[in-house]
C-alpha cells in the first residue's frame, strides 16, 4: 500500500500539466486566430481602394460580352490611379496585356485565354 500513495501525487500531477497544457494552447490559439482576423480587417481597411480596384478591374474583364478590354476604358471605368498603378492593379487582378494592331493596349483574364482563343478560331 505504501508503493502507491507516492504514485497518487505524481499522476495528479502529471494530469495537471497536461490538461493545463491543452487548456493554454487551446487560449493562445483562439487568441492568434482573433489577432489573425483582427490584422486582416486592418490591411484590407488600409488597402480598402486597392481591393476594390482589383475587384472593379476583375468586374470589367469578366463581362460575359467580351474578353477583353482597352486600356482606355479601364482607366476611365476605374479612374483615380495613374496608368502604371493601374497596370499593377490589372496584373494582381490576374489580367494578361496585349496589344493590338493598330498599338492600343488590352487587358483579358488570364483565365479567360482559352475563351479568347476559341473565338478566334471560330472567325478564322
Do not use: C
Request: glycine fraction near 8%.
Amino acid at each position: 500500500m505504501n508503493e502507491i500513495v507516492p504514485f497518487i501525487p505524481i499522476f495528479s500531477a502529471l494530469v495537471s500539466g497536461i490538461a493545463g497544457a491543452l487548456i493554454g494552447g487551446m487560449v493562445t490559439g483562439r487568441l492568434q486566430k482573433e489577432r489573425y482576423q483582427n490584422d486582416m480587417n486592418l490591411l484590407r481597411a488600409e488597402h480598402k481602394t486597392e481591393f476594390m480596384a482589383e475587384t472593379t478591374a476583375r468586374y470589367f474583364l469578366s463581362h460575359q460580352g467580351y474578353t477583353d478590354r482597352s486600356f482606355d476604358t479601364l482607366r476611365d471605368a476605374i479612374g483615380g490611379f495613374g496608368d502604371d498603378e493601374l497596370r499593377q492593379i490589372l496584373v494582381r487582378a490576374g489580367a494578361l496585356r496585349t496589344f493590338r494592331k493598330d498599338g492600343s493596349e488590352w487587358w483579358r483574364l488570364l483565365s479567360r485565354n482559352d475563351e479568347f482563343i476559341e473565338k478566334v478560331r471560330r472567325i478564322e
